[in-house]
């Protein structure tokens, strides 16, 4: 997975605070998604952006998520006021323009106590 | 609901035995991708077939493309403890979104 960087690998979090997930994309991509996956179930798409523009949140939970890609630095998952049912492992993946394959990072995986 | 149910969920081999596992959808892709993951890793792309009917093989790894673009198959030749992982199919729908099935977990046994 060289190349798509996601940090922090974990993150542990209380009950009603912030999570902030951050992913670098590959050099040269300028796509990025983010997927959620829960134990026992496959990768469920959540948001795709472009610099500056999200161009699909339609998986993306209405309240308490947001993302973002700035045109400096990387892409953010935002969680607030997390619960315990946001506990997973959060994948983010990077293309070319286009309908190009998508690489993945190795995941942050969030656990809420 | 599911856009591709993988079987079998769970399979496991002797070393040097063969093993397919597959990918099927009651809808059309224009691509089906295969990943594999390791626990504690993210996907790592191994295939993208196009083509129905294609045929693609890396390695002792062989994939296959239905005719009618709604399944594939990984066949594995010659399973090594290494093959050991997750094996994932996915395939875009929507504006460039990746549906994925829920994975084969193969376990090979040395």
Redesign the interface.
């Known amino acids: 997975n060289a190349g798509v960087m996601q940090n922090p690998r974990h993150l542990v979090r209380r009950r009603g605070q912030e999570a902030r997930l951050r992913c670098s994309p590959m050099k040269g991509h300028s796509h990025v998604y983010w997927y959620r996956q829960l134990p026992e179930e496959g990768l469920k798409f959540m948001v795709y952006l472009q610099k500056e523009n999200i161009i699909d949140e339609s998986g993306m939970p209405k309240e308490r998520f947001s993302a973002e890609f700035p045109k400096e630095g990387p892409s953010i998952l935002r969680i607030q006021q997390v619960v315990r049912g946001d506990s997973a492992a959060y994948f983010c993946a990077s293309s070319p323009p286009g309908n190009q394959p998508q690489h993945f990072g190795d995941g942050t995986r969030l656990s809420i106590l | 609901t599911?856009l591709?149910e993988q079987s079998p969920q769970f399979l496991s081999i002797q070393e040097g035995e063969n093993l397919t596992v597959y990918c099927n959808s009651s809808s059309v892709f224009?691509?089906l991708?295969w990943?594999r993951q390791e626990p504690?890793?993210?996907?790592?792309?191994l295939v993208?077939v196009v083509t129905g009917g294609e045929v693609k093989k890396l390695k002792r790894l062989t994939f296959q493309f239905g005719d009618a673009r709604k399944d594939s198959s990984l066949h594995i030749t010659a399973a090594q403890p290494g093959d050991t992982g997750l094996y994932?199919c996915?395939g875009?729908y929507?504006?460039?979104?990746?549906?994925?099935?829920?994975?084969n977990q193969v376990v090979v046994i040395p």
Not at chain 2, 40 to 45: F, I, R, T, Y
Not at chain 2, 94 to 103: D, E, H, P, T, V
């Open positions: 599911q591709l224009s691509s991708q990943y504690g890793e993210g996907p790592v792309l993208t994932l996915a875009p929507g504006n460039n979104r990746l549906a994925f099935g829920k994975g």
